[in-house]
């Protein structure tokens, strides 16, 4: 059973930058697509980037496009989420996931994932 935890989170300031990190165990991380979630306050879940087994190809929801980076290092099973020029309506519960079928990875649909993690608290205060 794949398991995941994020970690990285916290309390910063507009403008600021947090890099999440998701570790992964029980399954080697090259066998999956990964993603990252996030949940803001009283809202649903909803996507934030991806990226394929290969870690060339990625997406991004619009809005965390050239804010936000995905990346993978497979050798360590880890996923990294950058986040630069953070903004107040960044705040949410982000989550890590991974997928086995990445073909409908640009979707962003989390019906998609068939791991999670139990989530991160960020918090950008303005």
């Known amino acids: 059973q794949v398991q995941l935890v994020e970690s990285g989170g916290g309390l910063v300031q507009a403008g600021g930058s947090l890099t999440l990190s998701c570790t992964a165990s029980g399954g080697a991380l090259d066998t999956f697509a990964a993603g990252w979630f996030r949940r803001p306050p009283g809202r649903e879940r909803d996507f934030v980037a991806a990226?394929?087994?290969?870690?060339?190809?990625?997406y991004y929801v619009y809005g965390t496009r050239g804010r936000f980076s995905i990346s993978r290092d497979n050798a360590k099973n880890e996923v990294y989420l950058q986040m630069n020029n953070l903004k107040p309506e960044d705040t949410a519960t982000y989550y890590c996931?991974?997928?086995?079928?990445?073909?409908?990875?640009?979707?962003?649909?989390?019906?998609?994932?068939?791991?999670w993690g139990q989530g991160i608290q960020v918090t950008v205060s303005s």
């Open positions: 990226v394929k087994r290969n870690g060339v190809n990625k």
């Open positions: 996931a991974l997928a086995a079928d990445e073909s409908k990875l640009g979707f962003g649909l989390d019906s998609d994932y068939d791991y």
